[in-house]
Antibody, heavy 122, light 107 residues
Framework: QVQLQQWGAGLLKPSETLSLTCAVY????????WSWIRQPPGKGLEWIGE???????NYNPSLKSRVTISIDTSKNQFSLKLSSVTAAATAVYYC????????????????WGQGTTVTVSS | DIQMTQSPSSLSASVGDRVTITCRAS??????LNWYQQRPGKAPKLLIF???SLQSGVPSRFSGSGSGTDFTLTISSLQPEDFATYYC?????????FGQGTKVEIK
């Protein structure tokens, strides 16, 4: 079965760039969108953006100017960069697989990484 | 963006109780509504997709219903492992958005 393993720096200073990578094991990389979700401490879930194997991306407009999601199909990995972070970026970040039907319609996020806690503090 | 509103924000229930959580979308999302369970310190888990389809491996005591703007997640007989926070999420249009969560606590 598909597993996601993620990693990246856990402590940043304000104005730095958050960088996380997620590796996909045990399944097909194509045919899905791959997303990043974050959850601030004690709060709900926020979708950051997604990418497919062709490199097509969708971003949350609230973060679009500072987010870049990229993909390396040779390594079955995708990555997140969020620039100019502030304390508001403190959260657990998850990489996830978007489940879709044969038409490409999304039907939720069915595989999740273990989560990476990112803290932004001076 | 499509706003998702859940009610209640929290509830207390006993093992064996029937529990219902409601999710309302700010516009019609037809049946593109998904439900997740999140236990403390863990990643969310997909329970229901397309409003009423049970994700593989999820116990049949979980069910979903609704279409348009109003949706419901029902747990027919609450089990100890069901005490968690539940989120709805629309997959009608990006940006994908989530409800604020409903915490199910032990009475």
């Amino acid at each position: 079965q598909v597993q996601l393993q993620q990693w990246g720096a856990g402590l940043l200073k304000p104005s730095e760039t958050l960088s996380l990578t997620c590796a996909v094991y045990g399944g097909s990389f194509s045919g899905h969108y791959w997303s990043w979700i974050r959850q601030p401490p004690g709060k709900g879930l926020e979708w950051i953006g997604e990418i497919n194997h062709s490199g097509s991306t969708n971003y949350n407009p609230s973060l679009k100017s500072r987010v870049t999601i990229s993909i390396d199909t040779s390594k079955n990995q995708f990555s997140l960069k969020l620039s100019s972070v502030t304390a508001a970026a403190t959260a657990v970040y998850y990489c996830v697989r978007v489940q879709n039907d044969y038409t490409g319609q999304s039907h939720g996020m069915d595989v999740w990484g273990q989560g990476t806690t990112v803290t932004v503090s001076s | 963006d499509i706003q998702m509103t859940q009610s209640p924000s929290s509830l207390s229930a006993s093992v064996g109780d029937r529990v219902t959580i409601t999710c309302r979308a700010s516009q019609s999302i037809t049946s593109y509504l998904n439900w997740y369970q999140q236990r403390p310190g863990k990643a969310p888990k997909l329970l229901i997709f397309a409003a009423s389809s049970l994700q593989s491996g999820v116990p049949s005591r979980f069910s979903g219903s609704g279409s348009g703007t109003d949706f419901t997640l029902t747990i027919s007989s609450l089990q100890p492992e069901d005490f968690a926070t539940y989120y709805c999420q629309q997959s009608y249009s990006t940006p994908w958005t989530f409800g604020q969560g409903t915490k199910v606590e032990i009475k």
